[in-house]
Structures are given as C-alpha cells and as structure tokens.
C-alpha cells in the first residue's frame, strides 16, 4: 500500500533555531501534500497544501514565512519551521494523495516538536 | 459551508461490547465521500473505513461498520467487540468537494474512546 515516511518522529530545539520535518511518499508520486498542525486532545488543523512544482497554499492565520513549506518533487515535501518559539510546540503529520489506498490520503506519523 | 460534527468528546466501553460514535455532516454537494480515521496515542492517523455518498450499502472493515443515514447525514461508526487496543481518539472527516481546495479533508473534533477491561 502507499506509505508515507515524515522524519523526524520528535525534534527538541531551542528557541530561534530553525526546524525541517520531511515527507516522503515511498511508492507512489504525491502531487498533492496536506500539512497539519495539532494541539493535544484537539482536531488536525490544516496549515496549508502544496502541489509539485507550485508555491503553498496556506490557511487563513498561517503565517506563510514562518512555516515554509517545499514540494519540489513528486515524492518528497517539506516544512520548515523557522525561528522557532516555545508556542509553536505541537505535533505536526502530513498527508499525502495517493491515486491508490486509503481512498486517496496517506498520513505520515507525525512529529513532535518541543521548543525550548 | 461543509462541515462535520462529533458530539461526543469522551466515550467508555466494556472490553468486548459494542460502540457507536457519532457523526454528522453537512454539505449541499450531491458527491462527497466520508472517512473514519484513529489516532492512538503514538499520533498516528490510521484509516479505518470509507463511505462513498453512492455507495448502496453501508461500508464494513472488519469490525468496523458505518452506519450511513444519508437522509439524515450521518454516518456513525460502529465498533463490535471492542477490544483495549481500540483505546484512542477517533474522528470523522469529509472530502472536500470543491476541486479548488485539492480535496483537503475537513475534520470532526474527534471522540476520545476508553475501552474497560
């Protein structure tokens, strides 16, 4: 079945400092990319979708130069986010539409980002 | 606007009896597709069953069944003999229908299930 692979699992920092959380689609090509961000016992928030080859689409409220996101190829998209701060702490999964499984989205299995 | 609804924050089962968790959905488009998805403490969204708005019969995984009232919008989740490891947050969710919004997912709050032993 597809699969989606985000590193890292969990990432401490220190505050400033700029954090890269990756998503690979291992067996299929994923033009489309979903970026969540998630607060403990709430809903998945979405942040912003990327397509291959084309500039993010971000959420109302997302500030789009704090949280970069990069989708330069079909198999692997990235989210960065810069100048970290203690608020931005949360957990982060990205989602990826595949043509086949799952009826169209594969997660990957998050990461948590503690800042310091 | 589309959008989903779980009313149930916190639900508790014995080990081995049945669940229901609730959703309902809202949207004026004829085609549209719902989704069950668990997140066990680890984070991991785990897809459970899929129910398509032409789909004839109700979806089944398992011991996953959805119970789809199309009339009135809703499509619950039945869990039968529950088991520990089905201790977790579970949440509805709905495909966009709008080809403009890449068919983002739009999400329930979620039901947090403790089962009992």
């Known amino acids: 079945g597809a699969v989606v692979s985000q590193h890292p699992s969990w990432v401490i920092c220190k505050s400033g400092t700029s954090v890269k959380i990756e998503c690979r689609s291992l067996d299929f090509q994923a033009t489309t990319m979903f970026w969540y961000r998630q607060f403990p016992k709430q809903s998945l928030m979405l942040m912003a979708t990327?397509?291959?080859?084309?500039?993010?689409?971000?959420e109302q409220g997302v500030e789009k130069d704090k949280f970069l996101i990069n989708h330069a190829s079909l198999t692997l998209s990235t989210l960065t986010v810069t100048s970290a701060h203690p608020e931005d702490s949360s957990f982060y999964i990205c989602?990826?539409?595949?043509?086949?499984?799952?009826?169209?989205?594969?997660f990957g299995s998050g990461t948590r980002l503690t800042v310091v | 606007a589309q959008k989903i609804t779980q009313t149930q924050p916190g639900m508790f089962v014995q080990e081995k009896e049945a669940v229901t968790l609730d959703c309902t959905y809202d949207?004026?488009?004829?085609?549209?597709?719902l989704f069950w998805y668990k997140q066990p403490s680890s984070g991991e969204m785990i897809f459970l069953i899929y129910q398509g708005s032409y789909d004839q019969q109700n979806a089944t995984e398992g011991r996953y069944s959805l119970n789809f009232q199309k009339a009135r919008k809703s499509a619950n989740l039945v869990i039968s003999a529950s088991q520990l490891g089905d201790s977790a947050m579970y949440f509805c969710?709905?495909?966009?229908?709008?080809?403009?919004?890449?068919?983002?997912?739009?999400w329930g709050l979620g039901t947090s299930l403790a089962v009992n032993p």
């Open positions: 969710a709905m495909r966009d229908s709008n080809a403009g919004n890449n068919r983002k997912l739009i």
């Open positions: 949207t004026s488009d004829p085609s549209y597709g």
């Open positions: 989602s990826a539409q595949a043509r086949r499984g799952n009826y169209g989205y594969t």
């Open positions: 990327s397509n291959e080859g084309s500039k993010a689409t971000y």
